[in-house]
């Protein structure tokens, strides 16, 4: 991406998120990255540091919740105007049987991943309407696009935030503003490790039938995406096949399932 752009990227202190934020300030943009934790924004501000190619570059962290609309907002402060591309990575998965999965999961879930998604791009637009361009890319997954058995809790919100892509795309488009999804596979960060230790045995073994990238191929994908403006953007081959094939897979993973549940 151009030096003169400063990306602002939620959930920027690991995973895909990081890998991101690393590749543009290797290419010369300045950075913002968001997170929850303090101690792991301050690891992740070291690893990006190493890839600063100009004295000129801005790295930032900030600190919150992108839950919390008003925090969220005072956190930002002045600086909304500052932001040229907007990525929405913060996320979390939460699987098992939907009998199983204890209420408040759900919302905590959609929370994170599509009111997150909404609050950040809501305090950011005005701005780039303002300024008559901006990029908006909000991280989705291919389980927006079969849902998958375990993840009840999970694939809505990714619905959810593929959704919303789809309306902000076409009323932003006149002001200069473009929008990406994603929709990347099962990608190797540490929400995956986390997201193993608590998978029922169906979702594993369907889980065991696609691959896993890194996400710093992700991370290059999304950007090469976007070079190009794709609205859609599926990182690696298995997930273009997916996505290509999704009728067939889906009722692939449903019968599957069910003959399983037996």
Do not use: W
Not at 6 to 29: M, N, R, T, W, Y
């Amino acid at each position: 991406m151009k030096k003169n752009k400063h990306v602002l990227i939620s959930g920027g202190s690991s995973g895909i998120g990081l890998a991101l934020a690393k590749q543009f300030f290797a290419e010369g943009a300045s950075v913002t990255i968001i997170a929850r934790r303090k101690d792991v924004l301050l690891s992740a501000q070291h690893e990006i540091e190493r890839q600063r190619v100009g004295p000129e570059q801005i790295l930032d962290t900030i600190s919150v919740d992108v839950t919390k609309f008003s925090d969220l907002s005072a956190a930002l402060g002045k600086s909304l105007s500052n932001f040229d591309i907007l990525i929405n990575s913060a996320g979390i998965a939460y699987p098992g049987k939907f009998i199983d999965l204890d209420q408040k999961i759900f919302g905590e879930v959609m929370d994170v991943n599509y009111i997150g998604t909404v609050n950040l791009t809501k305090l950011i637009v005005p701005k780039m309407i303002k300024n008559k361009t901006g990029y908006i890319v909000n991280i989705s997954s291919l389980a927006a696009v079969i849902g998958i058995y375990g993840y009840s809790a999970y694939a809505p919100s990714k619905y959810a935030v593929r959704g919303f892509s789809r309306c902000i795309r076409a009323e932003l488009k006149s002001y200069g503003i473009d929008v990406s999804v994603v929709l990347p596979p099962d990608t190797d960060t540490p929400q995956l490790e986390f997201e193993r230790t608590l998978l029922p045995e169906i979702t594993h073994e369907i889980n065991k039938k696609g691959g896993v990238l890194s996400p710093e191929k992700v991370a290059a994908d999304i950007i090469k995406g976007m070079r190009k403006k794709k609205f859609t953007i599926i990182p690696g081959l298995e997930g273009k096949i997916l996505y290509l094939l999704a009728p067939i897979f889906g009722r692939y993973f449903y019968h599957f399932a069910v003959k399983m549940e037996k």
